[in-house]
Nanobody, 116 residues
Framework: VQLVESGGGLVQPGGSLRLSCAAY????????MDWYRQVPGKQRELVAR???????TYTDSVLGRFTISRDSDKDTVYLQMTSLTPDDTALYYC???????????WGQGTQVTVSS
């Protein structure tokens, strides 16, 4: 099993980025897909979730700015991020959770830095 994130980088405040997470070795349609983020010294934070059935949830701080989506043809989950602020700077991780189980898989993370 492998989750491969991409799309991170350096962006100015107010800018946008789209993160991608390609999943290999799992039955994509049977997994909830999450985006987490972590900054040094803090706990990893759940940013957005898209269920196997397509239901989405977001942490309050990103509501209206971030959009999570999934493409079952490509076994890929996306995080479209807009109106970025320095507080969004973090290492962003993708996680797959097999529905109805405690079986989780994590990607290696992609760095997002928001700075002028």
């Amino acid at each position: 099993v492998q989750l491969v994130e991409s799309g991170g980088g350096l962006v100015q405040p107010g800018g946008s980025l789209r993160l991608s997470c390609a999943a290999y070795g799992i039955i994509f349609s049977l997994n909830n897909m999450d985006w987490y983020r972590q900054v040094p010294g803090k706990q990893r934070e759940l940013v957005a979730r898209i269920g196997a059935g397509g239901k989405t949830t977001y942490t309050d701080s990103v509501l209206g700015r971030f959009t999570i989506s999934r493409d079952s043809d490509k076994d890929t989950v996306y995080l479209q991020m807009t109106s970025l602020t320095p507080d969004d700077t973090a290492l962003y991780y993708c996680k797959a959770n097999r529905v109805g189980t405690d079986l989780d898989y994590w990607g290696q993370g992609t760095q997002v830095t928001v700075s002028s």
